[in-house]
């Protein structure tokens, strides 16, 4: 299995937690990130990701390594959505298992934490006004 990935179908969240199954931990900690109706006072009707994939991968990997070594947990996994999405479809999902829950609580959270600010992957929602926009993305929005 790999660790992280980078789908455009929807995530089988079943599949993802089975993967992580182990008889040697006593906790699983899951994160869900949903696509919601809702930005800055805007209302949202779907979201869309660009992901620059083999960049993305490795530091995946990368994070998930880091998460593994730093909280003692024996398995960790990610994947991440690319492309046009609808409300309250799961943008992306970490699972952490790890023989005691307070590990996998914290890996959980680095891992998601690092994700959103490491990993090459951009953000456009679109509004109910019928404008989109591209957010969190200084650089899109300079030469945008």
């Known amino acids: 299995m ?6 455009t179908r929807p995530i089988d969240l079943d599949l993802f937690r089975g993967q992580l199954t182990d008889p040697r931990c006593g906790a699983y900690v899951q994160f869900e990130g949903w696509i919601r109706d809702h930005n800055e006072g805007q209302a949202v009707l779907r979201l ?3 992901v620059y994939e083999p960049l993305a991968v490795k530091e995946g990997e990368t994070i998930l390594s880091e998460a593994t070594k730093r909280f003692g947990i024996l398995r960790a996994a990610a994947v991440h959505r690319a ?3 609808e409300l309250g479809e799961a943008a992306v999902v970490v699972g952490v298992a790890s023989p005691h829950r307070a590990e996998a609580f914290d890996a959980c959270r680095y891992v998601i934490d690092q994700l959103k600010v490491r990993l090459p992957i951009w953000k456009k ?3 109910a006004s019928g404008k989109t ?3 969190n993305c200084r650089r899109c929005a300079e030469h945008g």
């Open 125 to 127: 929602e679109h509004y």
């Open 48 to 50: 869309e990701y660009e």
């Open 2 to 7: 790999k660790r992280f990935s980078v789908t």
């Open 133 to 135: 926009e591209w957010v």
């Open 83 to 85: 492309g046009l999405m």
